[in-house]
């Protein structure tokens, strides 16, 4: 992983097709939430799609949490479609067959000539595309548990969300008072909170 790569770095936001076709940017996709990016080595990998299949369960959860998740491998349109319906899953899948993020993070798993994958990784990151942890899942055990993405996503979502804790006097004051904006869903975006924190 390029050396820049670390927690509290901005990672790049990609554009690529996703399973349909069409570009999306990561930025667009993460729209102000927590995201889970998963760069997976494709679905030929049967680490990667034990890995998705254990997604699949928490994916209903970072839905309900406000939470996005993502995944991007190597394989054209027609594998990823394979992929993201093989393992049952409803989140976006992007295609990257130009090897555009592997190259530009410095993660090609040149132990596998053949398919010419990336080193897979799970990538937390909090709003803004700004990393929160990195999880190199080469070997399958040094992927993330789904507990510890639970954990990663609380820890986040605690960080990001102004009205994390409602019970406070200053936030029942404050919904007492109108200003709702410190609330979801009518608040500021993360960018807002986290410029006048500065």
């Given at each position: 992983?390029?050396?820049?790569m670390t927690?509290?770095a901005?990672?790049?936001?990609?554009?690529?097709?996703d399973?349909?076709?069409t570009?999306?940017?990561?930025?667009d996709l993460?729209?102000?939430q927590?995201?889970?990016?998963?760069?997976?080595?494709?679905?030929?990998?049967?680490?990667?799609r034990?890995?998705h299949?254990?997604?699949?369960?928490?994916?209903?959860?970072?839905e309900?949490g406000?939470?996005?998740l993502?995944?991007?491998?190597?394989?054209?349109?027609?594998?990823?479609?394979?992929?993201?319906?093989?393992?049952?899953?409803?989140?976006?899948?992007?295609?990257?067959?130009?090897?555009?993020?592997?190259?530009?993070?410095d993660?090609?798993?040149?132990?596998?000539?053949?398919?010419?994958?990336m080193i897979p990784h799970?990538?937390?990151?909090?709003?803004?595309?700004?990393i929160?942890?990195?999880?190199?899942?080469y070997?399958?055990?040094g992927?993330?548990t789904?507990?510890e993405l639970?954990?990663?996503m609380?820890?986040?979502?605690?960080?990001?969300?102004?009205?994390?804790d409602?019970?406070?006097?200053?936030?029942?004051?404050?919904?007492?008072?109108g200003?709702?904006?410190?609330?979801h869903?009518?608040?500021?975006t993360?960018?807002?909170t986290?410029s006048?924190?500065?």
């Amino acid at each position: 992983m390029r050396p820049d790569m670390t927690p509290g770095a901005t990672f790049p936001d990609y554009e690529l097709s996703d399973n349909t076709g069409t570009h999306r940017k990561l930025s667009d996709l993460q729209a102000e939430q927590p995201l889970v990016l998963v760069l997976s080595r494709g679905g030929y990998c049967p680490k990667d799609r034990r890995q998705h299949e254990g997604l699949v369960q928490l994916h209903r959860e970072l839905e309900v949490g406000y939470c996005r998740l993502v995944t991007i491998s190597t394989d054209n349109i027609s594998e990823t479609n394979e992929y993201r319906s093989g393992v049952g899953a409803h989140w976006p899948f992007l295609s990257d067959t130009r090897r555009i993020v592997q190259k530009d993070l410095d993660i090609a798993e040149y132990t596998d000539p053949v398919h010419n994958p990336m080193i897979p990784h799970t990538i937390v990151l909090e709003p803004g595309l700004v990393i929160y942890k990195i999880y190199n899942g080469y070997w399958f055990f040094g992927r993330p548990t789904m507990e510890e993405l639970r954990q990663d996503m609380r820890a986040v979502s605690k960080k990001c969300r102004p009205d994390w804790d409602i019970t406070t006097p200053e936030l029942k004051a404050a919904w007492q008072q109108g200003r709702k904006e410190l609330f979801h869903p009518y608040g500021k975006t993360y960018a807002q909170t986290i410029s006048e924190q500065d």
